[in-house]
């Protein structure tokens, strides 16, 4: 181990790291990025794997590269990046699944070639819609036809692995015309599928526009049939369900986001990152200038934030997460995960509270959201978040930040 390493990384810990770089900023998007011109990310690379080099754990299982656009990366800058992330961690030989996030408009056979030389074996596509008129609402800047161009190119040069990111029950869509999409989709066999009903979050364009009544969301009846259908569509074609909007076919879910939901470790690498070190969680600064100027200090650790949650509140936090998977919470494993040991488990008494409500299910010893509970998990997996007195050695200072475990997958 490096001896400025934290030493509670312990080796195989996951890592996620986040390129803040993109074309444009989509209007529905609150992770940290921003549109950059060809140049900006001059230095990055270098500032990121001065950062790896104490806060990534020795050989990850699993590796995460997501944004942002990494692809917006050249090819160049790409080969510093894994050939740097290798020399420090190894991963080549650890992980099991190393992904990247891909846009449509900056992958092409040469760059899937590439990614694949370097190590990558999973590749996430951000496809989003197949309207034009909506992917221009997105401010997405690819057409429809290099969404398909995309995908055929990483299939080209070998990836056996693709994931397909799609979002529906967007302003204005109809149903018929959903329905329509994800069979196309269907068509060129994607490994897994992640479908996200649009959602208006703070920050961003879309809910600016929908507090001026520029932008009216569906309505709840409709936004339910999209979900269901949804649902029905994958399901029939042989895709699981095993997170709420994440859908794989032959078992092929995403490792790497699995780990968020049983509330793992994994550290986080570039501005905005977040990471979580036993039952410490932090973040990095959600600026690109800071995150560097304090790299460029030798600032270790340089993260913006830190909080370690009293032992109730990280059990709550655990079924929280957990709830989402179709797999859901064995109270045991959960108390194991979040070290609690208590007489009475808070969280199983707010279960049982949810099972009277038709909202949770008991079976086979785990708990799992009902089909009533389904298209509430929000709602219902925030019941358990504040079931202790509160966290512990916490840093107030904390401002809310892009976490990997959104962005993520995908």
Known sequence: MRPDRDPALLPGTPLYVHVPFCVAKCHY??????????????????????????????????????GGTPTWLPAAELRALFDGLEELTGFRSSAEEVSVECNPESLDEAKAELL???????????FQSLRPELLELFGRVHQVEQSFDAFQAARSAGAEEISVDMIYASPGEKLETWESDLSQVLELEPNHLSAYNLTFEEGTAFEQWRRTGALIPQVEDLELQFFWRTREILEEAGYSPY????????????????????????????????GKVGHRRMGNPRSYGKWAERIRAGESPIHEWEETLAPLDRLGETWWLGLRTKTGIDPARARAVAAVDVFEDPCERIAKGLLEHGLLVHRDGCWRLSDTGLPLADAVARQFLTPGSGREDSDADRTEGSSSCSTAEN
Do not use: K, M
Not at 44 to 59: G, K, M, N, P, Q
Not at 246 to 273: D, K, V
């Open 29 to 66: 998007c609150d992770f940290y990025s921003f549109a950059a011109e060809t140049g900006d990310s001059s230095g990055f690379v270098d500032l990121l794997l001065r950062e790896a080099s104490t806060r990534a754990a020795d050989h990850p299982r699993t590796v995460f590269v997501g």
């Open 243 to 274: 997170e709420i909007s994440n859908f794989s076919l032959n078992g092929q879910h995403c490792e790497h986001n699995l780990n968020y939901w049983e509330n793992g470790s994994y550290s986080g690498l570039g501005p905005s990152a977040v």
């Open 116 to 126: 694949l030389e370097l190590g990558v074996n999973r590749f996430s596509i951000g």
